[in-house]
């Protein structure tokens, strides 16, 4: 079906691969699937009793794709979704998710997703999740997602997480269970300016031995925006973490970065950095020695470091 300028403006911002109606595929709009497709090794079904989607994926999936996009173009709307992912033993797969909201009216504008993972032995998963806001209206733009993931013996989970601009607030939930030999990595990258604000709490729990997990969140605060990081890394059995909380800090913003580690077993391997700081003064310089005005050499130190 042929989608309208501005689903299409949105879906751009937040799917980086490019949406298109083949192969597996569901375009959640205003509340209801717009447009759905199934591949041969991927397929996805309407929820009994709840809003939301499950997502069979069958070991026959090695390298597919599968792109579930939401976008919410009606002002004042709140919208809640339930998608569960079955990714059977040794699938390969990447899916693409994200929510973009498009708001041109006085109301805010919400949406809460929650989506659960449970992943078989040996599987390998890349989750994209782009969050964005845009429009000309004074409503609010909310996003609140919930990330949970059950990871076999030997699964390998890449959770790649980006909020671009434009929403005004959300909370983060990201809640992990590690089986024996696997593999988490984590890379949260987010911008705020104005009055926005957003709140990240996360608990990776290493219960099989021999897990790996590795978290890296990079973020950049402006205005008078306000920033939470709380990530925590509970070692149950032998395995090792590492968590790396970096952020610039501009304006009159403000960030809290809250690394935590509990280790619970004594081969338990756990580090943990933070770091928050202004933009490097010697950078911008060299920039502007280029020609560049301040604002130029500002975002491109900004575009470097959360890319």
Do not use: W
């Given at each position: 079906?042929?989608?309208?300028?501005?689903?299409?403006?949105?879906?751009?911002?937040?799917?980086?691969?490019?949406?298109?109606?083949?192969?597996?595929?569901?375009?959640?709009?205003?509340?209801?699937?717009?447009?759905?497709?199934?591949?041969?090794?991927?397929?996805?079904?309407?929820?009994?009793?709840?809003?939301?989607?499950?997502?069979?994926?069958?070991?026959?999936?090695?390298?597919?794709?599968?792109?579930?996009?939401?976008?919410?173009?009606?002002?004042?709307?709140?919208?809640?979704?339930?998608?569960?992912?079955?990714?059977?033993?040794?699938?390969?797969?990447?899916?693409?998710?994200?929510?973009?909201?498009?708001?041109?009216?006085?109301?805010?504008?919400?949406?809460?997703?929650?989506?659960?993972?449970?992943?078989?032995?040996?599987?390998?998963?890349?989750?994209?999740?782009?969050?964005?806001?845009?429009?000309?209206?004074?409503?609010?733009?909310?996003?609140?997602?919930?990330?949970?993931?059950?990871?076999?013996?030997?699964?390998?989970?890449?959770?790649?997480?980006?909020?671009?601009?434009?929403?005004?607030?959300?909370?983060?939930?990201?809640?992990?269970?590690?089986?024996?030999?696997?593999?988490?990595?984590?890379?949260?990258?987010?911008?705020?300016?104005?009055?926005?604000?957003?709140?990240?709490?996360?608990?990776?729990?290493?219960?099989?031995?021999?897990?790996?997990?590795?978290?890296?969140?990079?973020?950049?605060?402006?205005?008078?925006?306000?920033?939470?990081f709380h990530p925590n890394a509970v070692g149950n059995a032998l395995c090792k973490a590492h968590i790396q909380c970096d952020s610039i800090i501009m304006d009159q913003a403000q960030v809290c970065s809250i690394p935590e580690i509990d280790a619970r077993n004594v081969d338990a391997q756990?580090?943990?950095?933070?770091?928050?700081?202004?933009?490097?003064?010697?950078?911008?310089?060299?920039?502007?020695?280029?020609?560049?005005?301040?604002?130029?050499?500002?975002?491109?130190?900004?575009?470097?470091?959360?890319?």
């Amino acid at each position: 079906m042929e989608l309208d300028a501005v689903t299409s403006k949105v879906l751009a911002a937040i799917d980086a691969g490019g949406f298109q109606q083949e192969g597996a595929y569901n375009l959640r709009y205003n509340g209801q699937a717009l447009c759905h497709g199934d591949s041969e090794h991927i397929k996805i079904k309407k929820k009994e009793g709840k809003p939301g989607i499950d997502v069979f994926i069958s070991s026959g999936a090695q390298g597919e794709q599968v792109h579930i996009p939401v976008v919410i173009s009606k002002s004042g709307m709140s919208d809640i979704v339930y998608n569960d992912f079955y990714i059977e033993e040794g699938a390969d797969v990447v899916i693409v998710a994200g929510c973009g909201i498009h708001n041109s009216g006085c109301n805010e504008t919400r949406h809460d997703g929650v989506h659960a993972f449970h992943v078989g032995k040996n599987a390998k998963v890349v989750y994209e999740e782009k969050h964005y806001g845009e429009g000309e209206g004074t409503g609010e733009n909310i996003l609140n997602p919930v990330t949970q993931i059950d990871l076999e013996e030997g699964a390998v989970f890449t959770l790649d997480t980006v909020q671009i601009r434009g929403v005004d607030s959300t909370q983060r939930r990201t809640d992990v269970d590690m089986g024996p030999g696997s593999r988490l990595y984590v890379m949260e990258k987010l911008m705020t300016h104005d009055s926005q604000e957003a709140v990240s709490n996360m608990e990776i729990r290493m219960n099989g031995a021999g897990s790996l997990a590795q978290i890296v969140s990079r973020s950049v605060a402006k205005g008078s925006s306000r920033q939470t990081f709380h990530p925590n890394a509970v070692g149950n059995a032998l395995c090792k973490a590492h968590i790396q909380c970096d952020s610039i800090i501009m304006d009159q913003a403000q960030v809290c970065s809250i690394p935590e580690i509990d280790a619970r077993n004594v081969d338990a391997q756990i580090i943990h950095e933070a770091a928050i700081g202004r933009i490097n003064t010697e950078q911008l310089l060299k920039l502007r020695s280029f020609g560049m005005t301040e604002e130029e050499a500002e975002n491109v130190v900004i575009d470097n470091f959360l890319h």
